[in-house]
């Protein structure tokens, strides 16, 4: 019972550094650069989208947390953010659109330009599912790399005298 209290823990504790720390990170990055790249040109940070900082400081966190603390249970952080995004699409409401199809509606608003939300929903929903699914996948590398066959643990260490 407590080795699965230990799991659960784990899985928690990689899940708010996955999605909260991702977001949080990325997005600093991101409107840092806007004032930055506004001096260089208009038009460079007009195009700034947060995304890729978001992805990012996902595997970037995923990297540096599970170098140390290698746990499968990172493996399954995105799934939470995965749910939520799916309800939020299967129960998304037609009293938003205004001359869109609901698709067309659904994918500006999560995925898109924001639509007229502000860009909430991707902060909230989409942006965490991203920063989970990047740590997620630095987890499985960081796990695999760290699992080398006994064969190439004795070759690589000095010979003893």
């Known amino acids: 019972m407590k080795t699965r209290k230990l799991d659960i823990g784990w899985f ?14 990325g997005t600093a990055v991101a409107m840092f650069l806007v004032p930055v790249l506004d001096r260089i040109s208009s038009r460079a940070s007009a195009a700034l989208d947060f995304e890729p900082f978001v992805l990012l400081a996902g595997f970037l966190l995923g990297w540096l947390v599970n170098r140390r603390f290698p746990r499968k249970a990172a493996l399954w952080v995105w799934l939470v953010p995965f749910v939520f995004l799916v309800y939020d699409i299967l ?32 902060l909230t929903v989409t942006y965490p ?29 000095p010979a003893q005298s």
Not at 12 to 25: E, R, Y
């Open 12 to 25: 928690l504790l990689n899940l708010c550094i996955a999605t909260v720390g991702g977001v949080v990170i």
């Open 91 to 122: 129960t998304w409401s037609t009293k938003w659109l205004e001359g869109q199809t609901w698709l067309g509606n659904v994918w500006d608003v999560f995925f898109g330009n924001c639509g007229g939300t502000d860009c909430i929903y991707q």
């Open 129 to 157: 599912l991203y920063a989970s699914a990047a740590y997620s996948l630095a987890a499985l590398i960081c796990i695999t790399l760290g699992r080398r066959p006994a064969s190439h643990n004795k070759a690589m260490r």
